[in-house]
């Protein structure tokens, strides 16, 4: 018996010193390769992900305006997917002790974690994505600050003038503050093109259960829904696919979603985060980032819309003039 | 075997009159024996299995595109390789280590909890109740004591309730724990989005605990004295477990349930007592990342680590000096795979691979031992 | 609360129910053998990595499923040589196990999957009516307008309670399970026996797995699927006294309590937090717990590997 148990053990160790040996050389080479990256004087940057970069739409937009303004200002980028909030200041510090210059938080929980950090390291720029009202007066905690009302107000207009029977579902994900004001907004918005549109919320506590968001939205369609807004990051795939069964309609966040749900998906509210990263990566190379909450609105041409489907022309048109409204100032938000 | 087994059947006889028996189902009682032969996994097998498993991390990283060498020089430099390296480490160190010491007071004591993220939790809730809402109404130098006084209570009731309905109705607390956990999580989300939220904060956390009530750090690094405290858990619940005549009855009824009533131990108030010991020290761990890493109560602050401190506890054959080894080795692991991810791309899931591969080897050469020795007291 | 009664409720409970249903009636087998599986969770997410990884290969959902089912057979053989061949100690594998396959799955994914995972239509598997008993009024709605994994359900947990009761295959198990040293005395070969139930087990967790990502979350997989839904299981099994009738019921209690979410928020929603909706399934299956802790008599030799 010990002898069974020994061999799995020996057979493993003989294969490790192969994949030791073998990788030895092609080794050398890599690390003379990266070598050379680091010593060519580019700024090093890193950001971190709550989720995956290539999954659901909150972290594929992000990622991929970060990597457009890597290549632009030609950074040395780095990123970390899944940093937990535990993870965040052990990574946070790692980043600036290894010399990074700055690094960019894609969420807003990791603004505790800035706060702890940032004092510490004033050689390292911390910017955060999201949304933030204060970063604690630091010189070197800058926050480009989505206004989610804004972004909510312009979901409920469009889905009450889309919706046919007057009936909306709000599916939101992690019940968050920005997400909780974004939601009291899109009924205001809703209800500001159709008074007599019914709202529901509901929460499903994750922004990962695309399970539970599809029956929660399922659910809301049966009741009557006959549009739905996800307001759930990557768990919104699930309020898609239960509106494209249900032959519902529903509304795609953050990039043009469309050809994922083309049946469903009228149009998505894209937020410009290749503008605002660009942004960042110009006043890093400037030097201008100096602790500045950065508002990204209608005004500052935030927001957009993609290429509308499967409703009538005249809700695109209706739908436009308010958000020319919020851009020139003329439409104001309703406060909640 | 057999007479082990008739025992059981005619202990639940010498008292009938008590129906909820908290040793119920002489099953679990002799898997805690089993387990006992655990204890006896001599070093040189736990560090087999922990070449093995590390050998096999080598290989997913090779896999996954890193080289052998590279993935040695993370693991030299965020270890003992460099001072952060070591701080790191042992910053994820502390909760894993204070929730395995916790657990061995419940397993060695017959008890299987499975709850150590919920105690965690809610003493969390309990740390961050001290430091952020009553320090600032107490003399300073009582914040911090108070502090991780609620959060012990706090963990300890929560530990509690599992034994008491074990004792009162029977419930294996193997199941009760596991799903208090989830409780656990969605109370915490329930305080930090309604309670105990911070009202200018644009994310779920409470308020900044006050400075007084944070655990103190050494000198400039983000190394708190939570690993003071759990280093003198380790301790502590060493010499309670195998110094003390409380620790004896707890052994005892851990070893054996139905004996321990022959002697007129009190089985149900050891199996609270065990409980209560063990959700207060687990609690330690959630009330020092509350104190010492994030400052405030924050949704989603345990990556699970409740389940990798039970780890540990097994691979360390239920001995708190051992666990102190092991949870090093768990910190560096951590610490390695979060840089690994930094420096090389690798998921930092390889940690989980990493960490649970040795316990299911270890757990197989012990069955394995055990099989064979019974085998041979046949023969 | 007239939504209580709506068919939609109870179809979406039955929906939600299948996953549970099928990894319990794994694991109410194996315990009735003596198998305690606290590996069900990571059984069950390296069913739905299975299939979510065969479905994007093969461009067929169907053959992701058949995928996830082999994966689970294939991880529940292995468990079984740890906990019945070693005998190793069950519920510390379990612990390991579970790590393992939350890691496994994860450097998986992003291993073999760079681009993401494109798993084709899953309108396979999506609700198709029956003829005829899908138009009764209500039952028809509710029973026969599902996905035919649920109607695979209504055949394998009947035959589940015969096997199990019926048959000298179920007399096997059970006495495997109620004193496994008599059984292996009486010439019974004990492990062979668990071996087979951690098979059986295997196939139907990864089924539960498939059904989660093919079915309720249409596809798309993310690290931590299963998300404790499996120690969902484990209470389910036991607090169902190991009856696949019981366990039935109590999975589409489960289903109920979390399709609840939805009308309890919109009728509720802004008094009462979301938290507490949320943990309302965990909140069942802890009362349930306690109401059926003291009666429930446990397989005796459940959790025990057999030391002859």
Redesign the interface.
């Known amino acids: ?1 010990k002898r069974i ?1 020994a061999l799995p ?1 020996v057979v ?2 003989c ?2 010193a192969l ?2 040996c073998g ?2 050389s ?2 050398q080479k ?2 003379e390769g990266s070598g050379e990256q680091s010593d060519g004087g580019q700024p090093k940057v ?1 950001a971190l992900f709550t ?2 970069v ?2 659901g739409n909150w972290d594929v937009t992000g990622y991929q305006a970060y990597e457009d303004m890597c290549s632009t200002y030609d950074f040395d980028c ?1 990123y ?3 940093a ?4 965040a ?3 946070l ?3 600036a ?1 290894d010399g990074y210059a700055m690094v960019i938080t894609h969420s ?2 990791y ?3 800035i706060q ?1 950090v940032a004092p ?1 390291f004033p050689n390292t720029q911390f910017v955060l994505f999201s ?4 970063t604690g007066g630091l010189k070197n905690f800058s926050a480009w600050s989505v206004d989610w009302d804004q972004a909510g107000y312009l979901q409920g207009v469009i889905a009450g003038l889309s919706s046919k029977a007057g009936n909306i579902s709000i599916v939101g994900g ?5 997400t909780e004001r974004a939601m009291a907004l899109a009924e205001k918005g809703a209800q500001s093109v159709n008074p007599q549109a019914k709202v ?6 994750t922004f ?5 968001a ?3 939205a ?3 369609i ?2 009557g829904a006959d549009f739905v807004i996800p307001m759930a990051d ?1 768990a919104g ?2 309020v898609h ?1 239960a509106a494209e ?1 249900a032959g519902a309609l529903s509304l795609g966040e953050y990039m043009d979603e469309n050809s994922k749900y083309p049946q469903a998906i009228v149009t998505s509210i894209t937020v410009d985060m290749a503008g605002a990263y660009d942004q960042i990566g110009a006043a890093y190379t400037n030097g201008e980032l100096e602790g500045q909450i950065v508002q990204m609105d209608a005004q500052s041409g935030a927001f957009d819309f993609a290429p509308f489907h499967n409703v009538d022309a005249e809700v695109e048109t209706a739908a436009r003039k308010v958000l020319d409204g919020l851009s020139d100032g003329s439409t104001k938000v309703p406060s909640v | 075997m057999t007479q082990r087994e008739t025992d059981t059947r005619s202990g639940t006889e010498v008292e009938p009159s008590r129906a909820p028996d908290p040793v119920r189902g002489g099953d679990r009682a002799r898997s805690v024996e089993r387990l006992a032969r655990l204890f006896d996994r001599p070093w040189p097998s736990i560090i087999a299995a922990f070449v093995v498993s590390l050998g096999i991390g080598l290989l997913l990283v090779v896999l996954a595109g890193g080289t052998a060498a590279e993935a040695v020089d993370v693991a030299y430099r965020s270890t003992v390789g460099s001072q952060q390296g070591m701080i790191d480490s042992l910053v994820y160190t502390t909760p894993r280590l204070l929730v395995a010491v916790g657990v061995i007071v419940a397993l060695r004591s017959g008890q299987f909890n499975l709850g150590a993220e919920g105690q965690l939790q809610v003493g969390a809730i309990g740390a961050a109740l001290g430091g952020a809402f009553l320090a600032p109404s107490i003399p300073g130098p009582l914040a911090l004591p108070v502090s991780l006084l609620l959060a012990m209570v706090f963990g300890a009731l929560w530990a509690g309730l599992a034994a008491v309905l074990k004792v009162w109705r029977g419930c294996d607390e193997l199941i009760t724990t596991l799903l208090l956990n989830f409780i656990a999580i969605y109370l915490v989300q329930l305080m930090v989005q309604g309670a105990m939220k911070d009202p200018s904060s644009t994310f779920n956390q409470s308020k900044r605990v006050i400075a007084v009530a944070e655990l103190p750090r050494f000198g400039f690094t983000r190394l708190h004295y939570g690993i003071v405290i759990a280093v003198a858990c380790v301790v502590l619940v060493w010499f309670l477990l195998d110094r003390t005549a409380l620790g004896l009855r707890l052994r005892s009824v851990g070893y054996n349930p139905v004996a321990s009533r022959y002697q007129q131990l009190r089985v149900g108030r050891l199996t609270v007592a065990a409980m209560l010991i063990s959700g207060a020290v687990c609690a330690l761990a959630g009330a020092g990342e509350t104190l010492g890493v994030q400052f405030r109560l924050i949704q989603g602050f345990s990556s699970g680590f409740g389940f990798e401190g039970l780890a540990i506890a097994f691979l360390a054959s239920l001995r708190p000096g051992r666990a102190l080894v092991i949870a090093l080795i768990f910190g560096g692991i951590f610490s390695t795979a979060t840089r690994l991810q930094q420096e090389l791309g690798v998921t930092a899931s390889l940690a989980y691979v990493v960490e649970g591969l040795p316990i299911v080897l270890l757990a197989c050469a012990a069955g394995a031992q055990a099989l064979r020795a019974q085998r041979k007291g046949i023969a | 609360m007239h939504n209580l009664v709506e068919s939609f409720f109870w179809a979406s409970a039955i929906a939600l129910a299948a996953p549970i249903l099928l990894a319990a009636l794994g694991e109410t087998f194996a315990q009735r053998a003596g198998v305690f599986t606290i590996g069900i969770e990571g059984l069950m997410l390296s069913g739905a990595f299975g299939a979510a990884a065969v479905a994007s290969w093969s461009g067929d959902v169907i053959v992701g499923f058949a995928g996830a089912a082999l994966a689970g057979a294939v991880l529940g053989a292995l468990y079984g040589v740890a906990v019945v061949l070693f005998r190793a100690d069950q519920v510390v594998v379990g612990i390991g196990f579970n790590l393992i396959v939350l890691g496994a799955t994860s450097m998986l994914r992003r291993g073999l999957f760079p681009t993401g995972m494109e798993v084709p239509s899953t309108s396979a598997l999506d609700r198709h009516e029956l003829p005829l008993l899908g138009d009764l009024p209500w039952i028809g709605e509710v029973l026969f307008d599902q996905s035919p994994i649920v109607y695979a359900l209504y055949v394998l947990t009947p035959f589940g309670v015969f096997l199990l009761f019926r048959t000298r295959v179920g007399l096997l198990v059970r006495a495997v399970g109620d004193g496994a040293l008599a059984s292996s005395a009486a010439g019974i070969r004990v492990p062979r026996i668990r071996m087979w139930v951690m098979v059986v087990n295997g196939t139907l967790a990864g089924a539960a797995g498939a059904t989660l990502v093919l079915v309720n979350a249409g596809g798309v997989f993310v690290d931590n699927l299963v998300d404790g839904r499996g120690y969902l299981v484990l209470a389910l099994t036991m607090f169902a006294r190991w009856h696949p009738g019981w366990v039935a019921l109590g999975a589409v209690l489960f289903g109920a309590a979390d399709a609840l979410q939805f009308i309890a928020q919109a009728t509720f929603g802004g008094h009462v937090p979301t938290a507490v909706f949320l943990m309302a399934p965990y909140l069942l299956a802890l009362a349930a717990w306690v109401v059926m802790g003291k009666r429930s008599r446990a397989p005796s030799d459940l959790g025990v590997p057999l030391l002859a």
Request: no cysteine; proline share 3%; glycine share 6%.
């Open positions: 018996m148990l053990f493993l160790l294969l490790l994949a030791a990788t030895t092609a080794d890599e690390k890193a989720q995956f290539d999954q780095d970390v997917e899944e937990s909030y535990e993870r200041p052990a990574l510090r790692q980043y002790q807003s929980g603004a505790a974690a702890e510490e949304y933030a009202t204060d992690e019940q968050i503050p920005s529901s919320r509901v929460w499903t506590g990962v259960d695309v399970a539970k599809k029956q929660v399922a659910q809301a049966d009741g990557l795939q699930g696919q069964a």
